[in-house]
């Protein structure tokens, strides 16, 4: 397994992140929901990274600045 940092954009990234938007969206009141879209990803202050196995993404992360020190996963 490799993790690497990522784009939104990318293709398999995309289908991964929009999987996991719609389900949470659809099984969870809006108010407990904390997933961001994929175009919100890509945007200064996010570092997104990956996990991927044989070129299979598994995982999707993001760390987003919010403050000096700190962040939001």
Do not use: N, W, Y
């Not at 969206?25 to 809006?30: A, C, G, I, V």
């Not at 994929?38 to 202050?45: F, K, N, Q, R």
């Not at 997104?48 to 044989?54: A, S």
């Amino acid at each position: 397994m490799i993790i690497r940092s990522a784009k939104a954009a990318e293709a398999r990234v995309a289908a991964l992140i929009t999987t996991h938007f719609e389900l949470m969206r659809s099984s969870s009141p809006e108010e407990s929901c904390h997933v961001m879209p994929a175009d919100a990803l890509d945007t200064e202050g996010v570092q997104l990274l990956v996990v991927e196995k044989d070129e299979a993404v598994l995982a999707v992360g993001g760390l987003r600045h919010i403050g000096e020190g700190h962040g939001e996963l």
